[in-house]
């Protein structure tokens, strides 16, 4: 079964899908992790992200993994904190928008997919990478509560303003990207997880997922 959660950053995707992760024993993937990497790897290359050959050349290059214990290895080792870095954050929308970027990271998504069940979770899972999927899910959360999660997790207060900024602009590029753009597919659940806790919008998701299985997959 393939259970995919697309949405706006911030909306809590990450946070749900690890937990749904939890509780069906599916294994997960993040999307976003795999362009955050292509990004982190790009800076430490010192490649300009004005450059798009130069950053097709670190996504087709760069190695990817996700082991039995649902660790994100780029380049054989694991990488949590150094892909949510400030300097991440900002370059990050530009090499995601990049087509052939999109392309090298969808392959590598279905191939490590395989015929696992999976809770796969981006801006694009259900309308592009998996059209076909069993459950999709789209989640979505007004900008300023976006927003305030971020600046929770940063625990930097100071910083709102211009994380609202950048989540806005992020949205902006997010949905007008020349491939797998940010949209809700037609026949996806759409959840605004603006007053939701986790636990609600989890109790959401597995109660469709239950359904599905229940009546049969699509």
């Not at 509560?145 to 709102?160: H, N, P, Q, S, V």
């Not at 949209?183 to 007053?195: C, E, K, L, N």
Request: glycine share 6%.
């Amino acid at each position: 079964m393939v259970v995919a959660i697309d949405g706006p950053a911030g909306t809590g995707k990450s946070s749900v899908s690890k937990r749904l992760s939890e509780l069906t024993g599916f294994f997960y993937i993040n999307s976003g992790r795999f362009y955050r990497a292509i990004t982190w790897k790009a800076l430490q290359q010192r490649k300009n992200h004005h450059n798009p050959q130069a950053l097709i050349a670190t996504a087709t290059d760069i190695s990817i993994e996700i082991d039995g214990k649902q660790r994100f290895l780029v380049d054989g080792k694991v990488r949590n904190k150094e892909l949510h870095s400030p300097e991440v954050d900002r370059e990050v929308a530009a090499v995601s928008s990049i087509p052939e970027v999109r392309i090298a990271v969808n392959s590598r998504i279905k191939r490590i997919a395989g015929s696992r069940d999976i809770i796969v979770e981006g801006r694009d899972m259900s309308t592009v990478v998996f059209p076909n999927a069993d459950v999709k899910v789209f989640l979505d959360a007004d900008a300023e509560e976006r927003a305030r999660r971020r600046t929770k997790e940063l625990g930097d207060d100071a910083a709102y303003t211009e994380i609202l900024e950048r989540i806005r602009e992020r949205d902006k590029v997010d949905r007008s990207k020349a491939v797998g753009p940010l949209r809700q597919s037609d026949d996806a659940v759409y959840i605004d997880t603006t007053h939701l806790t986790l636990e609600q919008v989890c109790e959401r998701v597995i109660s469709i997922i239950h359904s599905k299985t229940k009546h049969g997959r699509s």
